[in-house]
């Protein structure tokens, strides 16, 4: 079956401007994850849905940042005005209980 | 502060020999921890989840050990062979302050397996 899936693979940017990032989780899959990879870095977790319950964003870095999901399917995550330090690879991940997360190929973001 | 540190960041080793790495804990007790593969320029696959009650899981050629006391998880690949090769990453449910656990991923120890 189809695995999570992420577009786009890559994005560049300029400084100052606005960024979509999508995730299309498994299906059935009620849990979606949005993460951050810095060079060097580990995971950082950035936001959490579970079905309809209220989004945990303490992850969110800055109100730049916000997510959201639509049906309880596909999720974009926006970046607003975007910054240098911006630059990660967001990695997606759904997952159909609260034990392994499967994780999409991720979306390269490179700030210029 | 509640830490997750994996000791090396990389570990290389000869083929069919074992491979051990280590993910240490600190100021917590996690009902569970997770390891995780990562190849380069993708996303993390699951390998093996170990619950609290639970001192060693397999799967082929995989064994976790996990030791509440000393806060610390074993992963060991045994006969190792070049496609072993990858950054692996252990990861625990930490209390993310909003109602929530959240899996909390240690930065990885990058496996070099010689032929």
């Known amino acids: 079956g189809a695995g999570v899936s992420q577009s786009p693979s890559n994005k560049v940017t300029e400084k100052g401007k606005d960024v979509e990032l999508r995730c299309d989780p498994i299906s059935g899959h009620t849990a979606l994850y949005w993460y951050r990879q810095s060079l060097g870095q580990g995971l950082e977790f950035l936001i959490y849905f579970q079905g309809n319950s209220a989004p945990d964003k303490s992850g969110l870095p800055s109100d730049r940042f916000s997510a959201e999901r639509t049906g309880g399917s596909v999720s974009t995550l926006t970046i607003q005005r975007t910054q240098q330090e911006d630059s990660a690879v967001y990695l997606c991940a759904s997952s159909p209980n609260f034990n392994e997360q499967f994780f999409g190929p991720g979306t390269r973001l490179t700030v210029l | 502060s509640q830490k997750i540190e994996q000791n090396s960041e990389a570990l290389n080793i000869q083929e069919g020999k074992t491979a051990t790495l280590t993910c240490n804990y600190t100021?917590?007790?996690?009902?569970?921890l997770q390891w995780y593969r990562q190849d380069p320029g993708r996303g993390p696959v699951f390998l093996l989840l170990i619950r609290e009650n639970e001192k060693e899981k397999r799967k082929e050629r995989l064994k976790v050990t996990f030791d509440t006391t000393l806060k610390q998880s074993l992963f060991h690949i045994t006969a190792s062979q070049p496609a072993d090769s990858a950054t692996y990453l252990c990861a625990l449910p930490l209390y993310s302050g909003a109602g929530s656990y959240q899996l909390t991923f240690g930065k990885g120890t990058k496996l070099s397996v010689i032929p």
């Open positions: 100021n917590y007790s996690p009902a569970y």
